[in-house]
């Protein structure tokens, strides 16, 4: 088996459900009563912030149930395993799961804080999104250094803000900037703009990558989805299952891509990183393919690089993100081994805990033993500076 005991697996996707005391122990006194809170509503654990309510639905903290229990509902913390929320906890569920580290997106706030930019008060949305990130990286990380990457939200209805929130959280240590996978269905500027210029200098003099998380734009995949006007933790369509976004949900990260290589921002700042997260790895062949294609044809009459191939940006500028993907594993060298990483996902309804481990050595059972080593735990700590021990 390839999958050996040195081996350790950094996923560089997990996620953890906060517990209210977040915000409480950390807002300003006059804001408090405002701040994100828990109500009780008909035996339902609910959030309450800005007028809105959104609850903890079911998917998100899945791990340890059996399938045919899974559901959309709105969950209570007694009905999660303490893992989903407590961080020593979390470490024994890792242990179980052969994982030795991980970097945890947030839940209520959204992958990359959408839940603080839709919010109307924007004083007390910055103060969220900093104590946010203040919890993160001083009290869930510190539980277990060398196992929790540590990781930030930004305020980016604010391109001032956002810039100053990045310097201060890599200075205190974040491995990685979560952005929405697309600024565009939030209303703000694309990535054709230079709007995210600042963002991306602080980014690249820091070295931190940007992580965009499939989903964290607010863009829903799939033409029953794409119309909807989203309503804080609502998911269904009206006329379609869940499971149609759920299996379109990569194809966000297919767009983003290809924004980002026609963008012009990779040639402007050439040590800019982007991680794909939860986005799957065996589309990027094809879509390498597609954009070199169109770039060889058009690039004539429009307003894009002459010199410089997609391809060859997505080598320097991306890295691929999977949790169960065979077929990306099968063409792993047309997407660059040095570029591909692991993801476990816990607690949500993708990941393959308690058997992470064991799934990861099915998948990679023909792959040979140095290019494991890479994309199970070498490839993540490069990309995040996050070296063994630290």
């Given at each position: 088996?390839?999958?050996?005991?040195?081996?350790?697996?950094?996923?560089?996707?997990?996620?953890?459900?906060?517990?209210?005391?977040?915000?409480?122990?950390?807002?300003?006194?006059?804001?408090?009563?405002?701040?994100?809170?828990?109500?009780?509503?008909?035996?339902?654990?609910?959030?309450?912030?800005?007028?809105?309510?959104?609850?903890?639905i079911g998917l998100n903290a899945v791990a340890g149930k059996p399938r045919e229990e899974w559901g959309m509902d709105p969950v209570r913390y007694e009905d999660m395993i303490p893992g989903c929320y407590d961080p020593v906890a979390r470490v024994k569920d890792m242990d179980v799961d052969g994982v030795q580290a991980a970097l945890c997106f947030p839940s209520f706030p959204g992958f990359a804080g959408g839940t603080f930019f839709r919010a109307q008060d924007k004083e007390l949305a910055l103060l969220c999104v900093k104590a946010w990130n203040d919890f993160y990286i001083d009290e869930w990380c510190s539980v277990a250094p060398d196992r929790y990457v540590p990781i930030a939200i930004l305020p980016v209805w604010d391109i001032e803000e956002t810039a100053k929130e990045a310097a201060r959280t890599a200075a205190k240590g974040a491995r990685t900037f979560s952005f929405p996978d697309s600024p565009v269905p939030l209303g703000l500027p694309s990535f054709h703009t230079r709007h995210w210029d600042p963002l991306w200098e602080v980014a690249s003099e820091t070295e931190v990558p940007i992580s965009l998380h499939f989903g964290s734009g607010s863009f829903v995949p799939g033409f029953s989805y794409?119309?909807?006007?989203?309503?804080?933790?609502?998911?269904?369509?009206?006329?379609?299952?869940?499971?149609?976004?759920?299996?379109?949900?990569?194809?966000?990260?297919?767009?983003?891509?290809?924004?980002?290589l026609f963008s012009r921002a990779l040639q402007k700042f050439p040590k800019l990183q982007f991680s794909l997260a939860e986005g799957g790895i065996g589309w990027v062949p094809y879509i390498l393919e597609r954009t070199d294609y169109t770039w060889e044809r058009h690039k004539w009459y429009q307003d894009v690089d002459m010199d410089t191939r997609p391809s060859d940006l997505f080598r320097e500028h991306f890295w691929g993100c999977f949790i169960d993907d065979e077929h990306g594993l099968k063409n792993r060298h047309e997407i660059g081994i040095d570029r591909i990483m692991v993801e476990v996902d816990f607690p949500h309804s993708d990941s393959n805990w308690p058997n992470s481990r064991k799934r990861a050595t099915e998948v990679l059972a023909d792959i040979p033993d140095d290019e494991v080593e890479k994309i199970v735990e070498t490839n993540a700590r490069r990309m995040l500076r996050f070296p063994r021990g630290s």
């Open positions: 088996m390839p999958l050996q005991d040195h081996h350790q697996i950094v996923s560089v996707d997990d996620h953890l459900i906060e517990h209210p005391r977040v915000w409480q122990d950390r807002l300003p006194e006059k804001f408090k009563a405002a701040g994100p809170q828990i109500r009780e509503v008909d035996g339902k654990h609910l959030w309450y912030y800005d007028g809105q309510v959104y609850p903890t794409a119309s909807m006007k989203p309503v804080p933790g609502q998911l269904a369509a009206p006329d379609g299952p869940f499971a149609v976004a759920i299996a379109l949900f990569s194809t966000n990260l297919m767009w983003t891509t290809v924004d980002l």
